[in-house]
């Protein structure tokens, strides 16, 4: 077995598109024999590939599955650099080899002509039929038939296939994910009958300017030469015969886009085999630098796509995927960008019905290279090309009769080279109908969008201006050429951990400018694996070279529970704004090409009110004002489904917008002050209320250091994150001293100093305490910084402890979710509630999370009792309430959620103000309209116990 060659696999046939045909087919999934041997040198040469070898000492293994996953050996995880030696072609000694065999028989419909089908090996692989070897495989999420006519048998078939871990298809392969080798997904017979229809190029094209469709047909049978068949497409009343090729006008259709998911059903039809397309109608286009679908301008509300499975890795059952599409579709996402390699095939026919766009990547990835200044990045090595452009040419056929396939990209993170531009030509010259994206090409000299990732929100700013100013005397002419291109942000927003901040800013930029058409998160799944109920990753299987927890970072978990992000991302992508202001309801149409007749409002009011709302036809970019339907304090008008969809259920809330005129509590009525019995001596810390013990509160700045508070900001590279800013400060062990405690007026006021170890700097608290019941007291906070902060804040709150475990939280602020400044939206006013399990986000590697903001009265609920927190007048109108079974300083100390011990207490934040959270895990960190310099803050409580 060569692995150490800069060339694509040999022997498979030409790639042709995934036709879904009535011609016999036959999995070969299942049950495999299988044995690893630690490297080629002692991969057996025991005649394991022939039928006559009997295969003692194998074990069994699923196909398709990684072997990692099944018990043999363990999987790696590494972002940007190689696990192996930067060596190109040659991949390491230590390169685990796995054999599979499989004994089958072969129904009789496949024994007159048939391929054997692979969709995804990794990452190599020499491929044998009755010990005939038919060729190898080089492209790991790319599919590989190879010829088996006059090979296959009856009865006793032995498939024998050799997998190399590592070869040199590694080097072409080094996306920000684990490797996982194996077979890892379908394997299939399937029949090529000798009249039947081999290879269909359908290019179904929509004129925006008649509103009428052009279909091109292109037949190709096995040989390369000209096709024939009957085509019908009968909603078009279409039958026509087919030689080679053809270009028909059908008249007006109802083109496809992701808001209708128009598909025609059409039959291509032989003595043989039929095969049936599913046809959607539309164009994709640039003009002057504005991205144009169907005639309209078209924006990305998108996100990056892996493909996991908490058990099973890249072999993700379709049943899953469709139900991750139908989620994306439930938060308002219209694009997918398949990073960094075809999906699984099923994937597409998904995309195409349910109405997402695709921007499909190739299986490419060379960013290892960029630790050695990209010296022998293959991208540039002629050697490398044919590799570079069967990937390609695999990528395309595939899939090249999807609607939802709007762009080809190259793949990711590939430098620069010949190689690329070899890629764009071939990919040009045979699909015209598609744009050509790919991410490095900063000069786009050979794509046909400008794209770039995590681009700050001043850069994509620039961008969008660009366009609206005349180009300057001395453009050349490769920046003229630019300037005519739209603008996508192929990767932003890293989700990773308690995050992303910015989206609002970006979705603000993205609507202001046309040129900019959008752009994808990075990215929509965790990449957790999970063994024995906890949730791993890098590092965690022993590997030497690892990027940790850097493969956690998505809009859901590997589970795929929705993260906070995905709400206030559901919020930004919404195709409908709505606002309610104190005269009227303004309603914004944000689709691209369709009015709002498939939605129906519906508002209500907190007092019980409730209605619809007549919102006239708009069309796409505008807005309508309708009257107010209601008055009272809080108003809320709903965007819903009018009707059930493939992906939601009618009622299904799509936006939602909301008035609220809340007046203050008023304070309570005192009797005296509290008697100092229910304090502590030394510190004045409140231990009894009523019949409920805690301790607190004390002031507090710190939080525990999310994932984007572990890294340094784009915005500011040279600063050190802000984790490590907080404990060179020492906000995250802060000192509280009594300065003094006395009775005035039925008041106990009591004065604090809170400052760090070996620091002059402080805080200074007052807080007035004045007895309301036996069971609820008054507290008047006053908080003021003191001496020269070097350092913003996480927070600046109130902390106390109450014995019990949490059980649950009862609030009337924003809700249902979690909310941080710049992490708000979705989150709406009202009365929620959330049951312990609710109180925290289960980020893989604790953190911060769980806060409650806009909080004017909560009721906080353990297993010991329950304390009752109302905002009154004097301070701040609302509050965030953090309610969390894990002390900070456990959650900052332990790396897996799995880890965290409870010790039994609940742990209570009230905020006065807080941090916004950034994605300084990559891009910008917190924006300055979210940071939380040092400052004074006042707010008044009502507290009010009652023992359980
Ligand atoms: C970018 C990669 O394209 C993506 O695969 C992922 O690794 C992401 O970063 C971080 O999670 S590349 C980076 C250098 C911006």
Redesign the pocket.
């Given at each position: 077995m060569d692995i150490a060659r800069k060339g694509p696999g040999v022997g498979a046939l030409v790639p042709r598109a995934r036709l879904n045909s009535s011609g016999a087919r036959q999995s070969l999934n299942g049950a495999w024999q299988f044995r690893v041997s630690r490297g080629l040198a002692v991969a057996p040469d025991d005649g394991w590939e022939r039928d006559d070898y009997r295969a003692t000492g194998w074990t069994t293994i699923p196909v398709p599955a990684h072997w990692v996953l099944e018990g043999h050996g363990a999987p790696a995880y590494t972002?940007?650099r190689f696990p192996l030696p930067i060596d190109p072609p040659n991949p390491p000694d230590e390169n685990p080899i796995g054999d599979y065999r499989l004994v089958f028989d072969a129904g009789p419909a496949l024994l007159n002509g048939a391929v054997l089908r692979f969709d995804g090996i990794e990452s190599a692989a020499e491929v044998f039929l009755n010990g005939h070897r038919l060729g190898t495989t080089r492209g790991s999420r790319l599919t590989h038939e190879f010829d088996v006519k006059g090979r296959l048998r009856p009865t006793g078939n032995t498939l024998a296939v050799r997998v190399a871990q590592f070869s040199d298809a590694s080097y072409l392969e080094d996306?920000?994910m684990w490797w996982l080798p194996g077979i890892f997904r379908d394997v299939e017979l399937v029949a090529v009958p000798d009249m039947g229809i081999y290879d269909v190029f359908a290019v179904a094209d929509y004129d925006p300017e008649t509103g009428s469709g052009t279909l091109e047909l292109t037949l190709t049978d096995p040989h390369g030469r000209p096709g024939r068949a009957r085509l019908s497409i009968p909603d078009l009343g279409i039958t026509q015969e087919i030689d080679g090729s053809a270009t028909l006008t059908t008249g007006r259709v109802e083109p496809w886009s992701a808001e209708t998911p128009r598909l025609y059903d059409a039959t291509l039809s032989t003595p043989d085999e039929e095969v049936r397309l599913r046809l959607g109608f539309r164009r994709v286009e640039v003009r002057d630098s504005v991205l144009l679908l169907n005639g309209q301008p078209l924006r990305f509300r998108g996100v990056?796509r892996h493909e996991h499975d908490p058990s099973h890795g890249r072999a993700v059952p379709l049943e899953k995927a469709r139900a991750e599409l139908e989620l994306m579709k439930r938060h308002n996402i219209n694009a997918v960008r398949t990073?960094?390699y075809p999906p699984h095939p099923g994937l597409l026919d998904l995309t195409d019905e349910l109405g997402l766009y695709v921007i499909l990547e190739c299986d490419l990835?060379t960013?290892g290279f960029v630790q050695v200044d990209w010296r022998d990045n293959p991208s540039d090595d002629p050697e490398w090309e044919s590799a570079y452009l069967d990937r390609m040419q695999r990528t395309v056929h595939r899939d090249k009769n999807h609607a939802s396939v709007l762009f080809w990209s190259l793949g990711?993170?590939s430098g620069h080279g010949a190689n690329l531009e070899a890629m764009a030509a071939w990919t040009a010259a045979f699909d015209p109908s598609r744009l050509i994206h790919y991410?490095h090409d900063w000069d786009c000299t050979y794509v046909d969008v400008y794209s770039r990732?995590?681009a700050t929100h001043a850069e994509v700013r620039a961008i969008g201006e660009e366009v609206l100013t005349p180009a300057s005397f001395d453009a050349t002419p490769a920046q003229l050429h630019r300037r005519s291109l739209p603008f996508i942000q192929c990767?932003y927003a890293?989700a990773?951990g308690n995050g992303p901040g910015g989206l609002q800013e970006y979705q603000e930029l993205f609507d202001r400018y046309p040129r900019l058409a959008g752009g994808f998160v990075?990215?929509w799944i965790e990449h957790g694996l999970t063994v024995d109920g906890r949730v791993l990753y890098g590092g965690d299987f022993g590997e030497e070279t690892h990027d940790g927890n850097?493969v956690i970072?998505g809009l859901v978990s590997a589970d795929r529970e929705p993260r906070p992000g995905l709400v206030a991302l559901a919020h930004w992508y919404a195709p409908v704004r709505i606002e309610v202001t104190d005269a009227s309801v303004r309603v914004h149409n944000r689709y691209d090409l369709i009015d709002l007749s498939g939605l129906r409002f519906v508002w209500r009011t907190d007092e019980g009110g409730s209605g619809t709302l007549d919102v006239p036809a708009v069309l796409p970019g505008q807005t309508v004002e309708v009257p107010l339907p209601a008055t009272g304090p809080v108003l809320t008008v709903e965007a819903t489904l009018a009707n059930a969809t493939t992906w939601a259920d009618a009622g299904h809330v799509v936006a939602r917008g909301q008035r609220a005129d809340v007046r203050p509590t008023a304070r309570p009525a005192t009797t005296a002050a509290p008697v100092r019995s229910a304090f502590d001596p030394v510190s004045m810390r409140l231990q009894a209320l009523g019949g409920l013990r805690l301790d607190g509160p004390i002031p507090s700045l710190w939080r525990a250091p999310t994932d984007n508070d572990r890294y340094p900001g784009r915005d500011e590279p040279d600063l050190p994150p802000y984790a490590e800013r907080w404990a060179e400060a020492g906000i995250d062990r802060l000192r509280t001293r009594l300065v003094s405690a006395t009775d005035e007026n039925g008041t106990l006021r009591t004065r604090l100093r809170t400052a760090p170890p070996g620091r002059d700097f402080a805080l200074d608290a007052e807080f007035r305490w004045c007895q309301v019941r036996p069971d609820a007291l008054l507290l008047d906070v006053t908080m003021t910084p003191r001496g020269l902060w070097p350092v913003e804040w996480a927070r600046l709150g109130l902390d106390l402890v109450l014995p019990g475990r949490p059980t649950g939280l009862d609030w009337f602020g924003l809700g249902p979710g979690p909310a941080y400044p710049d992490l708000a939206a979705g989150a709406y006013l009202g009365r929620h509630h959330a049951d312990a399990n609710d109180l925290f986000t289960p980020y893989v590697r604790p953190q911060e999370s769980g806060a409650r903001r806009g909080v004017r009265q909560a009721s906080i609920s353990t297993s010991a009792g329950r304390l009752g927190v109302r905002v009154v007048e004097g301070g701040v109108p609302e509050i965030a309430v953090t309610v969390s079974p894990w002390s900070r300083k456990t959650l900052a100390a332990t790396t897996h959620h799995a880890d965290l011990v409870a010790d039994g207490n609940t742990y209570v934040s009230l905020d006065l103000a807080q941090s916004g959270l950034g994605t300084a895990?990559?891009g910008v960190g917190v924006l300055p309209r979210y940071r939380l310099p040092a400052r004074p803050g006042r707010v008044s409580l009502l507290l009010e116990s009652s023992a359980g």
């Open positions: 972002n940007v996306q920000d990056n990073s960094h990835e960013h990711n993170e991410e990732m995590y990767e890293h990773m990075w990215e850097f970072d895990t990559c």
